[in-house]
């Protein structure tokens, strides 16, 4: 899969903030990626300490590009477009105090223009990298929230790809708002070469339970359908009955989703945050997120547990959905 990722971006000059850019991993990342020719990365922090840190790895950064806020000639004018975006919530006061932070300031450079896509998280909290992507890149038109999917790559790259939704962001949408999730779920599979086929997930399937529980996923089943009558969706569904064909089979034989989904949305973060766990540590899947869906522009949230590797993969991706 990230061959053909990397084969796509390769070239074309894409730039991509990353506002943690003391962080070993993700300097190392950066390196490979700029080596690689896959993007220009921009590095925000303080450059002696950056240079410190790839003098005693032995890696070569001198053509990458290195920011610090406090030495951006560019921020007057950023501090302007950040007043203007936030439309009175801020003053310029505010906006001084606020782009000395370097996720702030990596997702002006978006906002911008200066950047193509962001990547943090690999040191700062999650609320900390939506946060500033809500204020200032927002929502796209006609999308009222962003959600977190993760691309869930079987071992051995042997096997479908999957998407799980939404695993990191919405405690617990109501049907409007997993609906939404499924839509922007299937555009974020369409981009990674998965074909959608979306399971509408509980713990019931077609009606074998009932509770309010299982109302909210079938009335989001319906709700998907209007937004997306092209869309292949079925729900609600018990992961089983969505996952393993004989199970689907047995269980609601009529589905032609049941049994080959490829997109699983979740009813709310907790079942969503503990399936792909469960996936990653007992099936050997790899989990490769949370990607940021519904935003303007991308902006991809890494774990505080990652490693280069996973910096690297994220960035990948996040360079890819700058290319739609």
């Known amino acids: 899969m990230f061959d053909e990722l990397a084969n796509r971006i390769k070239g074309r000059g894409i730039r991509l903030v990353f506002p943690e850019g003391q962080d070993a991993r993700v300097l190392g990342a950066a390196v490979r990626l700029h080596a690689d020719g896959l993007v220009k990365p921009i590095l925000i922090g303080d450059e002696a300490e950056i240079l410190a840190i790839a003098k ?37 006061e505010q906006a001084v105090k606020l782009l000395q932070d370097p996720v702030y300031f990596g997702t002006m450079l978006v906002y911008q223009g200066l950047a193509d896509g962001m990547v943090c998280g690999a040191v700062y909290a999650t609320s900390d990298t939506v946060r500033p992507a809500l204020q200032i890149i927002k929502t796209r038109p006609g999308v009222k929230l962003i959600s977190g999917a ?11 790809k999957l998407v799980f939704a939404d695993c990191a962001i919405n405690i617990n949408p109501d049907a409007a708002s997993l609906a939404e999730i499924a839509v922007e779920s299937a555009k974020t599979a369409r981009i990674f070469g998965i074909e959608p086929k979306v399971a509408m997930l ?61 997109v699983f949305v979740f009813p709310e973060i907790q079942s969503g945050n503990i399936g792909y766990k469960i996936a990653q540590r007992l099936g050997n899947f790899q989990a490769v997120g949370p990607i940021l869906q519904g935003l303007n522009k991308p902006v991809s949230d ?23």
């Open 56 to 92: 005693q790895k032995n890696w070569v950064v001198q053509d990458i590009e290195i920011i610090h806020p406090d030495h951006f000639e560019q921020m007057p004018d950023m501090i302007d477009a950040f007043v203007e975006r936030r439309k009175g919530k801020n003053t310029r």
């Open 150 to 160: 993760f691309i869930m790559v079987p071992p051995h790259n042997n096997g479908q």
């Open 202 to 262: 509980s713990f019931s399937s077609h009606g074998s339970a009932f509770a309010p529980e299982v109302d909210k996923v079938a009335e989001a089943t319906a709700l998907v359908r209007e937004m997306d009558p092209d869309l292949a969706v079925d729900g609600e569904l018990q992961f089983d009955a969505a996952y393993v064909p004989e199970v689907a089979r047995q269980k609601v034989p009529d589905s032609k989703v049941a049994g080959q989904a490829t």
């Open 302 to 324: 890494l774990s505080r547990g990652c490693v280069e590797e996973d910096v690297y993969k994220v960035a990948i991706i996040t360079a890819n959905q700058a290319l739609n």
